[in-house]
């Protein structure tokens, strides 16, 4: 069994920043992707970012430029670094492991971006 734990969610000012972690306990096999997924009021869940265990990442087109994702391979914990925020980032961010094809995901952290 496979835990994610999110943190990092919060509300913040349109041009601010926040930083979301996630950190996976459990039986995890060392090869995995980690990736950062969203879902706004209304709307269906996307992709935002993700890395695969080798370092390569995909994002995006609406956050290229202003988010990057990160990965910690010794604390099984991934990273989105949040710059330059707008109010359309507003949602709920979900962490996930994709572990051979097996899918687990955290409980989502809200992100709030609003004056």
């Known amino acids: 069994q496979v835990q994610l734990v999110e943190s990092g969610g919060g509300l913040v000012q349109p041009g601010g920043s926040l930083r979301l972690s996630c950190a996976a306990s459990?039986?995890?096999?060392?090869?995995?992707?980690m990736g950062w997924y969203r879902q706004a009021p209304g709307k269906q869940r996307e992709l935002v970012a993700q890395?695969?265990?080798?370092?390569?990442?995909d994002y995006a087109d609406v956050v290229k430029g202003r988010f990057t994702i990160s990965r910690d391979n010794a604390k099984n914990t991934v990273y989105l670094q949040m710059n330059s925020l707008k109010p359309e980032d507003t949602a709920v961010y979900y962490c996930?492991?994709?572990?051979?094809?097996?899918?687990?995901w955290g409980q989502g952290t809200q992100v709030t971006v609003s004056s």
């Open positions: 996930r492991l994709n572990n051979g094809g097996y899918l687990y």
């Open positions: 459990g039986s995890i096999f060392r090869i995995y992707t």
């Open positions: 890395i695969t265990s080798g370092g390569s990442t």
